[in-house]
């Protein structure tokens, strides 16, 4: 069992766990998920490792919580334990060698770009992390990503904190300014990656995407993580999840992305119902 031992309330829809998990620590990098189960009878989700102390033996998860799983997995309180927690899976972020990297997140695709800003950071390179909300109250790792960043550019859609944008206007801005990046790395909506790379494109800049679409077995046998990849089926569990993200087929992504969010509000509603129940 896989204890919590400690919770963090980010914002109203985002909820930070550190778990023991010691021999997942010792071998966590960057760009990696784990899958877990909160009880005996739940589903199997995927989460990216959004930080991990080997000397502590713990794994950082962040989740928002928007279906069955999430909302359960929200009503665990420091002291209980998951019933599985495994990892790490998928293909660590290749961030050896760089030397100037913009790291752009978006939302809580922000819990996913920090590790990999703080690993860069670590490594030596200089860091500009460009990164975008929807308005102030859904703010999260702001002093996280200015520790390891020697540019921070903070977005709003609204304009209620920061700069009034999108992180490609801010991403402009900086390329404009005469920035020159070995590489970028965009974490976020599906909408939002695209149009990052969109950018980047034009300037022949390398451009890295995580694609984190519904993962099952974490193996790639179940075909549920596929994509389309420079004309190529990719699964994004075992291939990834980290992509270039100039081949990537956005368009089919958020296509499939949409096919399951009926059932999974559908589901929400369930268990807020269970335990509305519960506590009556």
Known sequence: MFQ?????????????????????????EP????????DENGERI????????????????????????????NHLEEGDCLHDFVGPLGVPSHLEGLKKVAVIGGGVGCAIAYPTAKKLHELGAE?????????????????????VSSKFVMMTD????????????????LIDSGEQYDEVIAIGPLVMMKFVCKLTKGYGIKTVVSMNPIMIDGTGMCGGCRLTVGGETKFA????????????????????STMYKGFERR?????CNL?????Q
Do not use: W
């Open 237 to 256: 569990c075992v291939d990834g999840p980290d992509f270039d993200g100039h081949l990537v087929d956005f368009d089919e992504a958020m296509e499939r």
């Open 46 to 73: 995927p989460l990216t490792i959004a930080d991990y102390d080997r000397e502590k033996g713990t794994i950082t998860i962040i989740f928002q919580i928007v279906g069955a799983t999430t909302e359960k997995l």
């Open 4 to 28: 919590i031992l400690r919770k963090k309330v980010l914002n109203p829809t985002v909820t930070l766990m550190e778990i023991d998990a010691p021999y997942i620590a010792k071998k966590a």
């Open 127 to 147: 860091v500009h992390s460009v990164v975008g909300f929807r308005n102030k109250d859904l703010v999260i790792l702001e002093e996280e990503f200015k520790a």
């Open 158 to 173: 609204d304009g209620s904190y920061g700069a009034k944008g999108l992180v490609t206007n801010a991403l402009q801005e």
């Open 267 to 271: 589901r929400y509603e369930e268990t």
């Open 31 to 38: 760009g990696q998920f784990i899958i877990l189960r909160v």
């Open 275 to 279: 335990f509305q129940k519960e506590v």
